[in-house]
């Protein structure tokens, strides 16, 4: 499985393009905008993209999504919970922030037991909730996608409406810190880190 991080749109989240290298079956997690630039990238390396998904539903994470969807013509996923953020420009804060007004109607409302893969990795939904209601991490082979979560040494703002810090720290105490140490985390924000660093040094969990 092949990881390429991209810092999209105008608030620079990451987005993060991958592919499985034998069917060249790919996903795209969060995107934030620039979506000529994700096009370009799939197209150059022959990706066959096959689900848009969503770690939650703010409009630093979604700007990009109606485009992609209209271009590659797949479906948009986000858990259940963040639904009425998705198709709600005030509910997703796009209504005052630069990225214009979006609203999307979903294609699959996530949960923790559905079904997904990509090039025969299944991907695993972990409801991660405390950033906001919906908000999940998305598991692949040894690598967490974790959204506004967790970051290298910090973790989400629970202070937004639907937010709550106790929460936030049970999804990542009890969902999270119990992968292996040597687990990639890849975050929303910022750089990549791993299971072990965050649990010896991320100040929210120490
Ligand atoms: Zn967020
Ligand atoms: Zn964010």
Do not use: W
């Not at 689900?51 to 409009?59: E, K, Q």
């Not at 919970?81 to 999307?104: C, H, Q, V, W, Y």
């Not at 991907?123 to 690598?143: A, S, V, W």
């Amino acid at each position: 499985m092949q990881v390429i991080r991209l810092e999209a749109g105008i608030y620079a989240a990451n987005c993060y393009l991958i592919y499985e290298s034998d069917s060249m079956e790919a996903i795209i997690i969060d995107p934030g905008g620039d979506s000529d630039d994700i096009i370009s990238r799939v197209e150059d390396l022959g990706l066959k993209v096959k689900y848009i998904i969503l770690t939650h539903g703010h409009a630093d994470h979604i700007a990009g999504v109606a485009e992609l969807r209209d271009y590659f013509n797949v479906p948009v996923a986000i858990h259940k919970e963040d639904e009425p953020m998705l198709r709600d420009s005030d509910r997703n804060f796009s209504s005052t922030m630069a990225t214009g007004e979006i609203e999307i109607d979903p294609d699959i409302l996530l949960d923790e037991e559905t079904k997904i893969e990509f090039g025969g990795l299944p991907i695993k939904i972990i409801h991660t909730p405390g950033h906001t209601p919906g908000g999940i991490t998305i598991n692949i082979e040894n690598y967490l996608f974790t959204g506004d979560t967790l970051f290298a040494g910090s973790i989400g703002r629970t202070d937004f409406p639907g937010g709550s810090f106790e929460d936030i720290i049970a999804s990542i105490k009890e969902k999270l810190l119990v992968y292996p140490d040597d687990t990639i985390l890849y975050p929303g924000h910022g750089p990549a880190s791993s299971i072990g660093k965050e649990k010896s040094s991320n100040p929210f969990i120490v």
